[in-house]
């Protein structure tokens, strides 16, 4: 792993904010990757990571991704992310106080950056980080805010996968296709819920062996062991919990049609979209498909919308991926690529340069 300085020096990104807080031994990283379309935003993640530098390349990543995430749906808000890399799970007055304290810096930036619930953070953690700061999205509604975003990431996921089934199958009726959905916690959870509503054969795995019989019983789904979820048979899989799962070495395993998930950084690199493509693996890009969550708390909590607002661009979802594997399909290339392209030419458009032809 690169140092600290390597990294800020080859970051392609506007700028990093660094931070040791003394008191709990966790290093604050915020990373900010492009403001064209509007102020910086993404959730705060906060996990253990082996070293400082790892924390600080997840933010770098998922800067990145956020800025593609919002362009790619053409919204007004650029990519940043922030990352808590804490020395070993926090809780009681050390989390409390972390929070509080990474609300002051979001609120000393001075409208830079706009945070809101990540892995490993919470909506009671957003409560605390809002009575610093108000550029915080996900807290709970009755302290302003918008609450859950995993039932509105569901949403999103699902439309795409609507869209998928109609660009390769001809129709985008779920009803009988066999979905796997990986990890079932806040997304994955009310993700197959929905599917299972919609009359597909949902069938699930977790980590988490406790919540999987759980989810399963209450859904009335089947469930496979973590270590069987890439040899197993389905039309759909569904990546919903950590990212880097597609890869050289889980890649060939797969038994699927399509790949569709709201977990971030699915590809552990890029070459694994063509990978996929390669083994007639149908992918779609996370940071469009997983947009849901982060428009609905966009829209409620930072640029001042209402709830009506909010299900028609989230279902917007599916018409993008639309356009996204029609434009893959006829420059004959992976649809990562062609998302990645349509995000660069709608940044590019608003910094008012002129698109160079293709």
């Known amino acids: 792993m690169a140092s600290l300085e390597r990294l800020i020096e080859g970051w392609a990104g506007e700028c990093v904010v660094v931070r040791y807080d003394a008191p709990s031994g966790s290093w604050i990283f915020i990373a900010i990757h492009d403001r064209t379309l509007g102020m910086a935003m993404g959730g705060c993640r906060m996990r253990v990571y082996p070293g400082p530098a790892d924390g600080l390349l997840d933010a770098m990543r998922l800067a990145e991704g956020m800025t593609l995430k919002w ?15 804490v020395p070993r799970p926090l809780d009681g007055a050390e989390r409390h106080g972390l929070l509080l304290r990474f609300g002051d810096l979001v609120e000393g930036l001075g409208g ?15 409560n605390v980080v809002g009575r610093r700061t108000d550029r915080v999205a996900g807290r709970l509604p009755e302290a302003g805010g918008a609450g859950d975003p995993g039932p509105w990431t569901a949403l999103g996921v699902y439309e795409g996968m609507r869209a998928a089934a109609a660009h390769l199958f001809g129709q985008p009726d779920l009803a009988g296709r066999r979905v796997l959905v990986q990890g079932v916690g806040g997304v994955g959870r009310p993700l197959a819920l929905r ?3 919609a009359g597909a054969e949902v069938v ?12 399963a019983a209450e859904l009335g789904v089947d469930r496979v062991p973590v270590d069987a979820v890439y040899g197993t048979e389905c039309d759909i899989f569904a990546p919903c919990a950590i990212g880097a799962v597609l890869n050289a070495g889980t890649v060939p395993s797969l038994r699927c049609r399509i790949v569709a998930g709201s977990a971030n950084n699915q590809l552990e690199e890029d070459a694994d979209a063509d990978r996929l493509a390669d083994r007639g693996i149908l992918y779609l890009p996370d940071f469009v498909v997983n947009a849901g969550g982060a428009v609905a708390h966009g829209i409620l909590e930072i640029l001042g919308g209402v709830e009506a607002d909010v299900e028609p661009l989230v279902r917007r979802i599916g018409p993008t991926i639309t356009g996204v594997l029609e434009e893959s399909e006829s420059r004959g290339e992976t649809p990562l690529a ?20 293709e």
Do not use: N, Q, W
């Open 71 to 85: 362009a790619g749906l053409e919204f007004p808000l650029g990519g940043g992310k922030a990352v808590l890399a």
């Open 204 to 215: 699930i795995a977790d980590a988490s062996e406790e919540r999987s019989c759980a989810v």
């Open 195 to 197: 599917l299972r509503e």
């Open 338 to 357: 062609a998302a990645v392209r349509r995000a660069r030419r709608h940044i590019s458009e608003r910094r008012g340069h002129a698109v160079a032809p």
């Open 112 to 126: 830079l950056y706009a945070t809101g619930v990540d892995l490993g953070t919470t909506p009671a953690d957003m």
